[in-house]
């Protein structure tokens, strides 16, 4: 779990943001990260776990969070990696325990139960924000093989 | 409720596809209708044909368990064909197995899995070209 | 922070650099030990090239502490003296000393540039503070390079070492040779699941033979393997556990009791050949 200072390096592509309110900003916002992922030259393993790794995020985000937004950037480390970064934001209710959210096989919602243990196997580097009333923020690098 | 996604009847298979953009509302009325057909016209096997799947999450993960648990207690056995590699790759990193869903390579095995023969069984011990 | 004073020696410091230009390049350059492919031409361009973006980025509204960092005319002449020198075999410490040598040169040329002491002081520390962090960015772009190479090197030597070789019809074997962690299980089962779909292989062996040790780590890679298999509809046999590994499998506790193992690959060859046989193949289970 990196800080962003890392992650946020200053030579990015300015990020763009998307709404995750009603259920067909779903595949909209999946949309934008395959875009996102092509354009940055993922291969087709790549982009897949970024895809479903937003796709979970902005699920969590949309039945757990009561909706939020994502953001989709490129992100660029000092040794001049290319990477897409993630950040799914909620006004939700926030994570209470977030040792147990992280944990395989666990969930209050309608996902399978796994919480976003997996979700975080499937990027490089990952940053949970939250707290009870605060909302949950979330944001995650893959970088380029 | 229908799904709009064709279901084809091949004597007591039911053989179906899913399409890439899966919205919730779509998998879960196809779940019904394929659930109600199952009961309604006593079908022996279900062949699911994913190929076209860009992508599984856990929801989509879940529907397909949901899917293959409802059918054996009806009696039938469900067949999901046609996985990508990236997408095995991925569920498999997510830590998603797909529990008790049987699997195929692609709809045609899945249909010998299921009982089906191919006519052509003797040209296939041809020497295969690659 | 020197407040306001700040640009008055940045104005002195930019002048400065134009008027001595000639001179500071030429002293700068002197002090670099000689060696056979370098010329002193080449470092004088170089050290023409950084001088001159050092000037306008002084002459510019960015703080001294950015620079080097963001000033993208300053930053590519560092990038590209880093870069070059790197190429050339030099170490870091030599390029970031180099850096430091154009230090002095600065220095003594401020020396002759002024008397007020005030003045020096000033423009001491702000040369510096410039300087400093350009050496710290170029030792930045040399371990960056470096790193771009042993990653590069990484991935070719990963594809080179995971053949998937097709030994019947709808069986594919991967000897694995070597040790198994998670980036090369990651390019294992990439090469081995694509093999699968183009192949329409029904069953996968993977002979471990080659595989020193199998602790809790490897085997959960083989076991992440097996469950993508069977994902994609194919079946999985592992092969060549020696009698020393699967002891350590028992000992360790680690449960392969719902993977089909055997223990050569003729074995596991022939088991393929069953499967390929039984009436209800192919397919798997999954879970």
Not at chain 1, 74 to 98: K, T, W
Not at chain 3, 62 to 76: H, K, N
Not at chain 3, 172 to 183: E, H, N, R, Y
Request: with cysteine.
């Amino acid at each position: 779990m990196l800080p962003d200072e890392r992650t946020g390096h200053g030579h990015d592509v300015p990020s763009r943001e998307h709404p995750v309110r009603v259920e067909e900003d779903l595949l909209a916002a999946r949309h934008a990260v395959r875009a996102a992922a092509v354009a940055a030259g993922f291969s087709i393993v790549d982009q897949t776990k970024i895809v479903t790794a937003a796709s979970e995020l902005v699920r969590n985000a949309y039945i757990h969070g009561g909706g939020g937004t994502m953001t989709v950037g490129v992100a660029r480390n000092p040794a001049g990696r290319l990477g897409i970064r993630l950040r799914v934001r909620d006004e939700g209710p926030g994570i209470a325990d977030v040792d147990q959210a992280m944990t395989d096989g666990f969930s209050t919602g309608a996902g399978l139960g796994h919480g976003l243990g997996g979700t975080r196997r499937l990027v490089d580097d990952f940053h949970l924000d939250t707290a009870p009333g605060r909302g949950t923020t979330v944001t995650v690098v893959r970088w380029k093989r | 409720m229908n799904a709009g996604l064709p279901i084809l009847r091949l004597g007591d298979i039911l053989l179906s596809g899913l399409m890439n953009d899966l919205d919730d509302k779509t998998a879960l009325a196809f779940t019904d209708e394929l659930t109600t057909r199952i009961a309604n016209e006593g079908i022996r096997g279900v062949i699911i044909d994913i190929s076209r799947l860009e992508i599984i999450d856990s929801f989509v993960a879940r529907v397909l368990m949901e899917l293959a648990g409802t059918g054996r207690l009806l009696g039938t056995r469900m067949v999901v064909a046609g996985m990508r590699p990236a997408v095995a790759l991925t569920l498999t990193e997510l830590g998603l197995q797909l529990t008790g869903v049987r699997t195929a390579l692609n709809a045609e095995q899945a249909m010998e899995l299921l009982g089906w023969r191919r006519p052509t069984e003797v040209a296939e011990e041809a020497p295969h070209a690659s | 922070m020197l407040g306001t004073d700040d640009s008055q020696v940045r104005t002195v410091l930019a002048r400065m650099l134009e008027e001595d230009r000639a001179a500071l390049a030429r002293d700068w350059a002197g002090q670099e030990p000689r060696d056979g492919d370098r010329s002193g031409q080449e470092l004088r361009r170089e050290a023409v090239a950084l001088l001159d973006a050092l000037r306008d980025a002084l002459s510019g509204t960015l703080p001294v502490s950015r620079i080097a960092d963001q000033d993208p005319a300053v930053r590519d002449a560092l990038t590209s003296l880093s870069e070059r020198r790197a190429r050339a075999g030099a170490q870091p410490s030599a390029t970031a000393m180099a850096i430091l040598a154009l230090k002095r040169t600065m220095l003594s040329a401020i020396e002759r540039h002024t008397d007020d002491s005030a003045l020096r002081y000033r423009a001491a520390l702000l040369v510096n503070e410039l300087l400093d962090s350009a050496g710290v960015l170029t030792f930045e772009v040399y371990c960056a390079g470096r790193e771009r190479i042993i990653r590069e090197q990484h991935s070719q030597m990963l594809e080179l070492s995971t053949p998937v070789v097709r030994l019947w019809r709808h069986v594919l074997a991967v000897p694995l040779i070597g040790t198994l962690d998670s980036a090369r299980t990651q390019v294992v089962m990439n090469s081995l699941l694509e093999a699968i779909q183009a192949n329409e292989a029904r069953v996968a062996i993977i002979d471990i033979t080659g595989v020193p040790t199998v602790d809790t780590a490897v085997a959960h890679h083989l076991l992440q393997t097996v469950s993508a298999v069977r994902l994609m509809g194919a079946e999985c046999v592992i092969s060549g556990i020696r009698p020393s590994i699967a002891q350590t499998i028992t000992q360790l506790g680690i449960d392969l009791s719902h993977i089909v193992t055997r223990g050569s690959l003729a074995d596991a060859l022939a088991t393929a050949m069953q499967l390929l046989g039984d009436n209800g193949r192919p397919g798997a289970v999954t879970g």
